[in-house]
């Protein structure tokens, strides 16, 4: 197989070269499925991590582009951006919310700012919940079925999918579509115009 350099990769994804994207696969995704099964993870887990962990980095190197760069190595960068996406979203096999010491400590160090903080989090949730009934109805469903974390295989079962990268595909179409939304919502706007960068 191949061997790309840092650079190499950035333009290979922002060219969506299989070549590179395949090459990612291959010697990523065994570091990315390692820390979700340490964290209590499955290998579906790891799977769809693995896919969002991508869609963020595609949707980082749009707006950076090729003046993209990292300190470290870039699978260093990666699987660390996928351990930060877990993070938020950890929860163990039986649906429970897992404390770590940073979420503690974060809480106990409860300032204005985190005040602040959680006002325009609360208003981002509810210029979400506004720009989500003007999905189409397919969207939603997905939608909601994300948020209840359902596996792909159910997502795929109930939206009568082809394939789990139809579910990915469809996935990122309508969660690209609600931002589009939320971002020209005018609430939204006046929000970030007047609140929180």
């Known amino acids: 197989m191949l061997e790309y350099t840092d650079k190499e990769i950035i333009q290979g994804i922002i060219q969506q070269d299989e070549n590179v994207l395949r090459f990612m696969y291959t010697e990523y995704f065994s570091s990315v499925k390692k820390m979700v099964r340490k964290y209590g993870g499955s290998n579906d887990d790891a799977w769809d991590l693995f896919q969002d962990s991508m869609s963020t980095l595609i949707d980082i190197l749009e707006i950076k582009g090729e003046s993209f760069h990292v300190s470290s ?3 260093t960068f990666f699987v660390e951006l996928s351990k930060r996406i ?3 979203s950890f929860r163990n096999v039986d649906n429970k919310l897992v404390f ?5 400590d974060e ?6 700012e985190m005040a602040a903080d959680l006002y ?15 999905l189409k ?22 939206m009568k999918l ?11 179409a309508c969660i690209k579509k609600l931002i589009t939304l939320i971002n020209e919502d005018p609430l939204y706007k006046n929000l970030i115009k007047h609140g929180k960068p």
């Open 73 to 75: 190595s870039f699978k």
């Open 162 to 172: 082809s394939s789990t990268q139809s579910v990915y595909n469809k996935k990122r």
């Open 86 to 88: 877990w993070m938020k």
């Open 137 to 158: 109805p397919s969207c939603r469903k997905i939608l909601r079925l994300l948020e209840n974390e359902r596996p792909s295989e159910v997502i795929l079962n109930r």
């Open 120 to 134: 325009f989090e609360n208003a981002l949730l509810r210029a979400y919940f506004r720009n989500l009934k003007l």
């Open 100 to 104: 770590n010491s940073e979420i503690v």
């Open 107 to 112: 809480a106990i160090d409860f300032s204005e």
